[in-house]
């Protein structure tokens, strides 16, 4: 299918956003920048569209644009010195761990997926729990639901997800949100 269509365009963001804002944070550690390079690289898609037919293509071409803009960015950026001697110090990141972060991202996208077919308060608090990493009071408190509510909604949630989501890509998620410090809200 080629990408003429606007719906087509349309849900090939809506589809990749957030796991490409993901993957830019992951290289450029600044969510605002992170955002603004995925931007660049839908309008750049948009600009190029002849030369996609299939789906593939453009997913593969949408991570590669991703990181090429976000390593574009770091360089241009006057705190790229600084970068540049903390991969110094320590051992500059490898492509396997660039395709690591692909990998998470992708995972990501899947499970924000899921997260969005869960009923309405469920996927809020599911979202402000893991995403956000809020505690259940205040997670009540932003509903207006009672701590109780929360920890029921948040328990159903999970055992929506653990039925829709392979075994070992749930555990992958609760694993890789464990150790994120910088989740994927506001994407």
């Known amino acids: 299918m080629a990408i003429s269509s606007i719906d087509y365009f349309t849900d090939l963001y809506r589809s990749y956003y957030p796991a490409l804002c993901f993957y830019a944070l992951k290289i450029v550690d600044d969510r605002e920048s992170a955002k603004d390079i995925v931007d660049e690289v839908f309008t750049k898609l948009i600009v190029l569209e002849k030369k996609f037919s299939e789906s593939d293509n453009v997913r593969a071409w949408l991570y590669t644009a991703t990181r090429n803009a976000s390593f574009d960015y770091l360089k241009r950026e006057k705190h790229a010195k600084e970068r540049q001697f903390e991969f110094s110090l320590n051992e500059a990141p490898s492509d396997q761990q660039y395709d690591y972060e692909l990998i998470r991202s992708e995972l990501m996208n899947i499970i924000l997926q899921e997260i969005k077919l869960l009923p ?4 809020k608090v599911i979202e402000m729990s893991f995403l956000k990493g809020m505690k259940n009071e205040l997670i009540a408190l932003d509903l207006g639901l009672s701590e109780k509510t ?13 039925s829709r989501i392979p075994k070992d890509l749930f555990l992958s998620f609760l694993v890789i949100m464990s150790f994120s410090t910088s989740g994927v809200n506001n994407f």
């Open 150 to 162: 929360v920890r029921n909604l948040k328990s159903s949630g999970i055992a929506i997800l653990k």
């Open 120 to 123: 309405s308060n469920t996927g």
